[in-house]
C-alpha cells in the first residue's frame, strides 16, 4: 500500500485497508451465491455421502475475515473442518506451508489431498506440498494453471473430466 500513497502515513494506509476490506465484504455479500462455482453444491454433496472418509479445508490467501465472509455468503458455514489462512501461516502460498497446515489438521498426507484452485500460486503451493491439483479456469486461462503444474483443468465442478477422476477413486 505504500507505493500507491507513499504519503500517508502507516495508521492512515491500514485504517484505509480496513474500510475496504470491510467494503469488500458488503458488497460481495449480495452476490455471491448468484457467483458460486457451477457444480459446487454437486461436489458437496458427493462429499457429504462420504463425510466419514473425507475431510475438507478451505486454504486461501485471503484475510480472514472475507474468507470467512465468503464461506457465509455461498452457505457453507461449518461445513470445512478448518479454514487455513495464507498470513496466518509461517509463509503464505505459493509457499507448500498453507496445505501443508492444513493436512496436519486433517491428519491426512498430502498425497491423500485433492486441492481444487484458480489461482497459479494456489496452484503452485499445492504441487509443492504433494497434492493432487485440480486447476478451475474461473479466472485464469487453462494454460496458465497447466503451466502452474496442475494435474488436471477444469471449467467447473460439472465438468465431466472431474467426475470421472472421483469416480475413479472408488470412494
Request: hydrophobic share 40%; charged share 25%.
Amino acid at each position: 500500500m505504500a507505493g500507491f500513497f507513499p504519503e500517508w502515513s502507516l495508521e492512515k494506509r491500514e485504517a484505509w485497508s480496513i474500510k475496504k476490506e470491510a467494503r469488500f465484504r458488503e458488497l460481495a455479500a449480495s452476490s455471491l451465491m448468484d457467483m458460486k462455482t457451477p457444480g459446487l453444491d454437486r461436489l458437496r454433496s458427493w462429499l457429504d455421502q462420504r463425510t466419514n472418509s473425507i475431510g475438507r479445508a478451505a486454504v486461501t490467501n485471503a484475510p480472514r475475515l472475507n474468507a470467512e465472509s465468503m464461506i457465509d455468503g455461498i452457505r457453507y458455514n461449518g461445513w470445512f473442518q478448518t479454514v487455513v489462512i495464507g498470513d496466518e501461516c509461517a509463509r503464505p502460498k505459493p509457499d507448500p506451508c498453507p496445505y501443508l497446515d492444513a493436512c496436519e489438521v486433517l491428519h491426512v498426507t498430502s498425497e491423500q489431498c485433492i486441492v481444487f484452485e484458480d489461482s497459479p500460486s494456489g496452484a503452485t503451493a499445492g504441487i509443492r506440498a504433494g497434492c493432487y491439483v485440480v486447476g478451475i479456469t474461473s479466472s485464469q486461462d487453462e494454460a496458465v494453471l497447466r503451466e502452474a503444474g496442475c494435474h488436471l483443468v477444469i471449467q467447473d465442478f460439472e465438468d465431466e473430466k472431474l467426475w470421472e477422476l472421483l469416480d475413479g477413486l472408488g470412494l
